[in-house]
């Protein structure tokens, strides 16, 4: 079989799969309220979510909190203030970079970093906040202390 032929082969796959792709990605929200009726399902191996294809989204979200500890009061630190980017238009806070702090070991370097960086405050405390049931009790919170950073 030629180049030509074969690149014509693939191109013709590629659009027909692109607009079946595209026709069960939008045809439960937008084109069946669009023509008031239901409309026929293709046998193909997508799946029902259209773009989120095989993402696994759990019902618990959960984030990391530092608080600064002065004459026995606590106070939340802005994580902004933690990690400190000079990177344009990406921020770590809502990528949830803080919460890597949580992992094993990792309070051997960030205790000193904290204590660096904040040195008006006499502890630090390194929390975990979770919703475990995220879509069902939305305002159900867990906080727990993962660390403590002491003098």
């Known amino acids: 079989m030629n180049t030509q032929l074969r ?6 796959f ?9 026709y069960e990605s939008t045809c439960v929200y937008y084109l069946q309220p669009l023509f008031n009726r239901e409309l026929p399902k293709l046998k193909f191996l ?3 979510a259209g773009w989120i ?16 500890v002065k004459d026995g009061l606590p106070q939340l630190i802005d994580p902004h203030q933690i990690l400190q980017t000079r990177a344009i238009g990406y921020d770590n806070i809502n ?9 094993q070991g990792m309070s051997d370097s960030f205790c000193p970093y904290l204590k660096r960086k904040f040195p008006y ?11 475990p049931r995220l ?3 939305p305002m159900e919170r867990t906080q727990t202390v993962v660390y403590t950073c002491a003098e």
């Open 7 to 12: 690149n014509t082969f693939i191109s013709i």
């Open 95 to 103: 990528r949830n970079a803080l919460i890597t702090v949580l992992s």
């Open 46 to 48: 997508f799946p029902p």
């Open 121 to 131: 405050f006499e502890k630090f405390l390194v929390t975990y906040v979770e919703y």
């Open 135 to 137: 879509t069902e009790q």
């Open 53 to 68: 294809m095989f993402y696994n989204i759990g019902d618990n979200f959960g984030y990391t909190e530092v608080y600064g």
């Open 14 to 22: 590629v659009i027909i799969w692109l607009a079946v792709f595209y």
